[in-house]
Structure formats: structure tokens, C-alpha cells
């Protein structure tokens, strides 16, 4: 037994340890979405606070030969013995669903502050939709007896917070009416098109804008092989892929990307290369920017101020038509007083469009002066 | 160089302590017929040992405490404690008392007792090798196919373990202690317990596994630290099972020096009651492990001068159940550093905390964890590692290949489970 174990084991590890060495590294992995971690460089400080050893240890990690493969055998034997859950994943029906955990109350309150502060200081009215998650909407994809926590409640009772100068937007009823649909991606946390165009309807009742019928827009379908980031988050891979639809109003449309003094002007609110990246999501507005503008031929001369996560990509296309200018603010990245830039009394309304992940778990709004 | 992958700031400490150690041996050696002289050595090494310990491991404990008692208010030293700084010290004390009683002679060479102080693959989590035990093998290592074959193969069984149980189930114990699971239920509570009862056994006897099989690799022989504790029937059974090392360590360096139960049932109560307090102290600088000690304390006391008067009587399976229960409670104190929160723990084991007895949240945890957890139950008794045991030894080549598969294909999803590791905790690290 000794030598036969000795003389299978030993080659096999062997093999490993070369193999590791030998095969060239990566320095992003487009599965994970994610920079991997670099050869760490050399210090004493760090060698004796034990952080050196602790980025060795990163490094051997993320850069493990086959990591890919390791990742999904490890799935593979989770769901085996009966797992459902993978990285805060669920693994539901023939889709993926994010457990979102329950809501942050200090963050909440913060965000909730911050916006009512910086309505306080300026007149429009402002809107507020808050959008809940596929695992509240769509129970029943989650896998039995998966806990979830009351999102209805929640949104009702940070509606109930809000003063009258920030009108919430009830979109957990619509899509709570479509939630046989395809509204949410199935390996991708952000709804569909299709999700966001039915709360957009709902939002259009709110803010007096004549909704657009579907019919109005040229649907397509850009991609049929979008693995979103719930499949890389939890190595999932035999959820079947997701579809991406473009809602086209034809509308011109310019857009420009603001980061700091770094400034890029394109001539479409699509971009096209991401479809072929990993990323394909951001085929709508591209990747996230701090400060987004989108300029319209549109001649109703109105202007939006729009205060975002991602979700808010595949919802612009929408407005296209009913306002010249949106300029779409992501308070994650940005650190610096916005109104020393931009003048708010320029805009005809403000809307806050938060999904449910981000509003409970980032304070960023508290940074709204 | 393992230690130092760790914790390299406290290489000179170990360092320091060790030539203290190799110095006062020699002297003792030296003095060995003058009592009184070799008596110093012996206390100077026991002390600083003990002081180093104390530093390291206590002395926040103790402030924090004389704060409260008598309203002072000196700042916490915020000391780190060192990776096996517990396990280090409590080696070369017994080191430094075997000399001084004569039950081994002192290492002439520093290398060689630098090399056992320093053994890298217990370093961490034990088992306690005391020098008798390896002294033997120190000067040569012989690296044989049959030491490498078994040591490997024990090292991995401790990997799988350690990571494919421990961390497993260690993930849903962490959810339910830190409420991230809020609604809980009477069986999410027991469930919870449970589920780090086979955390604390897998996690900790697997890393003696690790050590015990690396050191095989090297040709040293280390003891036994577990022997299937939770089969036990009775309290006295599980500490004869469980972290062998250790409670042969207070018996033979405290419980008998104190006199044991040989002077009397009140001397004999008296020798448990610091013997178990002190057990409980080692495993950490915190009430609630004094009281876990003591809790065995009580519990073994009653067992040897009331229960065991009838135990034949009793049918195994309550005391089998007796035994489980009084070990999960026993775990409940051990986990929640605070007092009350363990206590709050208890009563809802119990029915207490107005919780359901059953949610749909338990149900789902039964789902997910189930197999998990009926894997690690037939794993804490006996039964598979003697049928593995059997077929190792089969001379059959067929038989051999298929065994030899079996711990690759373990290896292979231990690899899967580190490499896309997200959660490793190491339990036993403050020890």
C-alpha cells in the first residue's frame, strides 16, 4: 500500500507545484470580473506585521492553475451535497439570485438624510424609486424554504420617511404583476430591460411624462450569451445564459463620461465592444462613471438629474425622448462637491433610482451636502 | 521557516526562550544531585515560561479585570498573541520538569533541542509532544516510503477535515452566533450548537492530524491527541478522549504534584476544581473559559463520587445521550466570550427567547446541511477509519489503487476548497 499510494500521490503533487510555476500569469480575470492580485513587492514593514506572507498567500491563491475549473468543482460538490447558497449566491430554478442581506438601518437613515438635505436646499421635485430584488419579487425561483426578509415592508416604510418634495415610485407592485416574466437577468444581479420598462411605466405616472408604448422602440435582442456577475460570484455555470435587449427609441443621443478632469465624448448611449467582453452589461452606458451626461435631440428642452447605480444603464434609454439632457450621477465614486460644478437649479427634476443591495448597504447619498 | 510564514516578529522570542530552556536543562544536569541548586533551574525556567505566557496571553485579561474591580482605568497593552505560544511554553515546561525529576536526561545539543522546540507541524494547534517522546528521533530523520506514504496520508485525512467539514459547517455556526441568521428557532439553536461541536472536532483534530502526519513524514512519532470523544458515555470518557495531550499535561505538571486524590476527599475535590479551572484558563484569557473548566469540574466530581456508583445500570444509550448533551452545553459556554450571551443561548435550547420551536429558516438550514451534518456524525465515531484501516492493509494491488484514489480524489477537493476559499477560519488560534 505504501509504495503504491507514494508512487500515485508524489508525481500528481509534483505535477502541481511545476505547473503552478511554469504557466504565465493573468492579470484580470474576466470570470471573477476582477484585477487579480500582483506578486506582492518586497518591504520589511510588511514582512513583520505579516502582511507580506499574507499577499503571498493571495497570490498563490488567485493565481492557482485552473483556477476556474477548481472554482466550479468546488460548486459542483456544494450542490451536490445539497447546498443552495454559493458566496451569498442562491442557486434557484434555473436561475441565480442574490441573498441580500438585511437592510443596514444606519445607512438607511443616512441615505434617507442625505437626500432630504439636499432637497431642502433646492426646489425641484425629486422622486425616489427604490427596486427591489429578484428574490423578493420572484420567490419562486429561490430554492425551498430559502429565507428571505420583507422587502415590501421595507420599501413602504422608507416611502413613509420621505417629505413631500421626494414623491416616491412604487415599483415593487409593477413588477410584482410581471414576476412570471423575464424581468431579472438569471445569472446577472440587475433586472432586464424588460424589468426596468415596467417600472418605468410606473415612474412615468408619477413624474407627468406620456409614457412610451412598447411598440414605440425598436427591441433587439443584442446578446444571448451573457453570464452575468451572480454566475462568476458563485461558479455556477449551468444556469443557461442570459439575453440582453436593447429598448432603441431612436433618438440621437450623445454621451460623455466625466472622471475627475479626464473627459470622453461618444455618439451613442450603446457600446457595442462591450458585447464581446465578460462584462456584457455594460453594453448599456458602458462601465461606471462618476458623472455621466446624456444629450438628447429631443426639443422638450426638460433636464434630469439623475442619481444612480448601474440599474439606472438599461433605464435611460428610456427617456431619450422626453428630456434634452440627463446627467446621471454614481455617488460611489464620486468624493468632491458636486455643486462647485454644476448647477443644480438647472434641472427640471431629480430622481433617485437606487436598487435594494446598494441603497441598504452604501451610505454613499450621505455625502449630499 | 513555517513558523516564520506566520508570525515573524516573535522568532526571537521563541529563540530567547529556548536557549533559557537548553541553559537551565544543562544545569540542572550539572546540579542533579544538589536538590536545592537544580531546584532554582528548575524554578527559573518554569517561571520564565509561565511569565511569557502570562504576557503574551493574560495580561490584558488582567487589567481589564482589576479596571472593573476596582474602578481604574490603565490602558489595555493590546499584546498579540503568538501563534502556539500556549502550546510552546506548556513543551518546554514539561521539558524542564521531566530533567529536573530525572524521567529523561537533558538534550546536550541546542540544535537539537531548538529543532524540538521549533517542530514546525504541531507549532500551532498541538498536539503537546513532550520531549520524552521524540527525544529519541531528534538526531536522525529518516525519510522511509513507508513514513512517507503514512504521513501524507494522515496529513490529508486532518486536510479533509479541516476543510471540507469544519469550514463547512463552521460557516453556518458563525451565521447563527453572529445573527446573521435572525430568525432563529429552537432547532436553529441546537442545530447551531451542533454544527460547531462537529466545527471545534474536525477543525481541531484535523489539525493534529496535519501535525501528527508531518511529522511522520520527518520520522517522528507524535502522540495521539483525539480518540473519538463524542462516542463517549460519560464526562470522565470524553476527557480521556478528547485533547489527550493537554489533560495528560495538567495531570501529570499540576493534579498529581497537588497530591491527586491521595489526600483525601477534600483535598482530592480541591485539586479538580484548580486542575479544570486552570484547563479552562489555557484555553483562553476570558471568564467564560474559567467557567467551562469549572463546569467540567462539577460535572466529574459528581460523576466519580455519585454517578458512577450506578452507572452500570443506567442503559448505554442515556448515557451516551447524558454524555452529548453535557458537551454541547459545555460548547455553548466555551463559544460566547460573554457570560449572558451564552446564557441566552441555553434558554434557547431550551424553549426559552420566545422563538418557535420550528421555522421555515431551520428548515432550509436541515436542507443544506444535512448531509454535511450526518457525514460528520458517522465520521465522529470509529467505524470508517477502521474499515480504511482494513483495506490499506489488503495486499490485493486493485484494492490498493482504489484506496490510494480515494485520498486523491479527497486531496483534489480539499485543493478546490482552499483555492476558492473565501472563508478559512482557524479556531484553535488563540490557544
Redesign the interface.
Known amino acids: 500500500m505504501n509504495k503504491v499510494f507514494v508512487r500515485i500521490i508524489i508525481p500528481i503533487w509534483l505535477l502541481f507545484v511545476i505547473m503552478n510555476f511554469a504557466v504565465p500569469k493573468k492579470e484580470f480575470s474576466e470570470t471573477e470580473n476582477r484585477m487579480l492580485s500582483k506578486f506582492p513587492t518586497f518591504s520589511i514593514g510588511e514582512l513583520f506585521n505579516g502582511k507580506f506572507m499574507q499577499n503571498i498567500d493571495d497570490y498563490i491563491n488567485d493565481h492557482f492553475i485552473g483556477r476556474d475549473y477548481w472554482v466550479s468543482l468546488k460548486s459542483g460538490i456544494d450542490l451536490g451535497i445539497g447546498k443552495r447558497e454559493s458566496n451569498g449566491i442562491y442557486i434557484g430554478k434555473q436561475a441565480l439570485l442574490e441573498n441580500i442581506k438585511a437592510p443596514n438601518q444606519v445607512y438607511v437613515q443616512k441615505n434617507i438624510d442625505g437626500m432630504k438635505r439636499f432637497m431642502k436646499r433646492h426646489s425641484q421635485q425629486a422622486y425616489f424609486m427604490l427596486i427591489p430584488s429578484a428574490s423578493a419579487i420572484q420567490p419562486q425561483k429561490l430554492p425551498p424554504l430559502a429565507p428571505t426578509w420583507d422587502q415590501k415592508a421595507f420599501i413602504n416604510q422608507v416611502y413613509s420617511k420621505l417629505p413631500s418634495s421626494i414623491k416616491p415610485i412604487d415599483a415593487y407592485t409593477t413588477l410584482s404583476h410581471h414576476k412570471d416574466e423575464y424581468i431579472y437577468y438569471r445569472t446577472d444581479h440587475h433586472w432586464t430591460t424588460k424589468g426596468a420598462y415596467y417600472s418605468y411605466l410606473e415612474a412615468c405616472k408619477a413624474m407627468n411624462i406620456t409614457p412610451r408604448n412598447e411598440s414605440e422602440f425598436t427591441i433587439k435582442p443584442q446578446t444571448n450569451k451573457f453570464y452575468g456577475t451572480l454566475s462568476s460570484k458563485s461558479g455556477i455555470q449551468t444556469v443557461p445564459s442570459d439575453v440582453i435587449e436593447s429598448y432603441d427609441l431612436g433618438a440621437k443621443a450623445t454621451f460623455t463620461t466625466q472622471n475627475g478632469n479626464k473627459v470622453n465624448n461618444y455618439d451613442s448611449i450603446y457600446f457595442n465592444q462591450y458585447l464581446n467582453e465578460k462584462d456584457k452589461y455594460a453594453f448599456f452606458l458602458g462601465k461606471n462613471e462618476p458623472i455621466v451626461t446624456i444629450k438628447t435631440n429631443s426639443n422638450s428642452g426638460k433636464k434630469l438629474l439623475l442619481f444612480k447605480d448601474s440599474y439606472s444603464h438599461c433605464y435611460s434609454q428610456f427617456l431619450t425622448k422626453d428630456y434634452s439632457e440627463i446627467v446621471l450621477l454614481d455617488m460611489r465614486y464620486i468624493n468632491t462637491d458636486i455643486e462647485k460644478t454644476m448647477n443644480i437649479a438647472d434641472f427640471d427634476q431629480v430622481l433617485f433610482l437606487y436598487s435594494m443591495d446598494v441603497f441598504t448597504h452604501q451610505n454613499q447619498l450621505m455625502k449630499l451636502r | 521557516m513555517f513558523y516564520a ?5 516573535f522568532i526571537p522570542v521563541m529563540l530567547g526562550l529556548s536557549v533559557v530552556d537548553y541553559w537551565c536543562g544543562r544545569k540542572m544536569d550539572k546540579y542533579f544531585d544538589d536538590k536545592k541548586k537544580k531546584r532554582i533551574f528548575m524554578l527559573i525556567d518554569v517561571i520564565t515560561n509561565l511569565s511569557v505566557l502570562f504576557f503574551f496571553k493574560y495580561i490584558d485579561f488582567f487589567i481589564g479585570n482589576a479596571n472593573s474591580l476596582f474602578g481604574l482605568s490603565i490602558p489595555l497593552l493590546g499584546v498579540i498573541l503568538p501563534i502556539g505560544v500556549s502550546f510552546n511554553t506548556f513543551q518546554s515546561i514539561s521539558y524542564t520538569i521531566d530533567v529536573y525529576r530525572g524521567t529523561t536526561t537533558c538534550e546536550k545539543s541546542y540544535y537539537n533541542y531548538l529543532t524540538y522546540t521549533t517542530l514546525f507541524p504541531q507549532i500551532i494547534a498541538g498536539p503537546i509532544v513532550r520531549y520524552v517522546t521524540v527525544e529519541d528521533d531528534l538526531d536522525i530523520h529518516p525519510i522511509t ?2 513514513n ?3 504521513g ?2 494522515r496529513f490529508l485525512i486532518g486536510l479533509g477535515k479541516k476543510v471540507l467539514i469544519a469550514n463547512n459547517v463552521g460557516l453556518l455556526w458563525s451565521q447563527i452566533q453572529n445573527g ?4 432563529l428557532s429552537t432547532v436553529l439553536y441546537w442545530v447551531g450548537i451542533v454544527a460547531f461541536a462537529f466545527q471545534i472536532y474536525f477543525d481541531f483534530s484535523g489539525y493534529s492530524d496535519m501535525a501528527i502526519g508531518l511529522a511522520k513524514i520527518f520520522g517522528l512519532t507524535f502522540d495521539e491527541n483525539f480518540n473519538y470523544p463524542y462516542i463517549s458515555r460519560s464526562i470522565t470518557e470524553f476527557w480521556r478522549r478528547w485533547h489527550m495531550t493537554l489533560s495528560a499535561w495538567f495531570k501529570d505538571y499540576v493534579y498529581i504534584p497537588l497530591g491527586g486524590n491521595r489526600k483525601g476527599k477534600v483535598a482530592h475535590i480541591r485539586n479538580l476544581l484548580i486542575v479544570w479551572g486552570l484547563t479552562g484558563f489555557w484555553h483562553g484569557a476570558s471568564w467564560n473559559f474559567i467557567f467551562w473548566g469549572l463546569y467540567f469540574a462539577v460535572i466529574l466530581i459528581i460523576e466519580k463520587f455519585v454517578l458512577f456508583r450506578f452507572w452500570e445500570k443506567i442503559p448505554k444509550a442515556i448515557q451516551h445521550l447524558y454524555a452529548i448533551l453535557l458537551i454541547l452545553i459545555s460548547w455553548v459556554i466555551f463559544s460566547f466570550d460573554s457570560v449572558s450571551a451564552g446564557w441566552n443561548f441555553i434558554k434557547g435550547m431550551f424553549g426559552g427567547n420566545h422563538v418557535p420551536f420550528y421555522n ?2 431551520a ?2 438550514v436541515l ?6 451534518f450526518l ?1 460528520a456524525g458517522f465520521l465522529c465515531t470509529p467505524v470508517f477509519r477502521k474499515w480504511l484501516f482494513k483495506l ?3 495486499k490485493n ?1 486493485g484494492i ?2 482504489t ?3 480515494f ?2 480524489v479527497m ?3 480539499c ?8 472563508y478559512n477560519p482557524f479556531l484553535y488560534f488563540r490557544f
Open positions: 510564514w506566520g508570525e515573524i516578529r516510503v513507508d512517507l506514504s503514512l501524507i496520508r446573521q441568521i435572525t430568525e421555515e429558516q428548515g432550509y436542507i443544506t446541511y444535512g448531509f454535511t457525514l490499506e492493509n489488503k494491488k490498493q489503487i484506496v490510494s484514489l485520498y486523491l486531496f483534489l477537493f485543493v478546490a476548497y482552499l483555492v476558492n476559499s473565501t
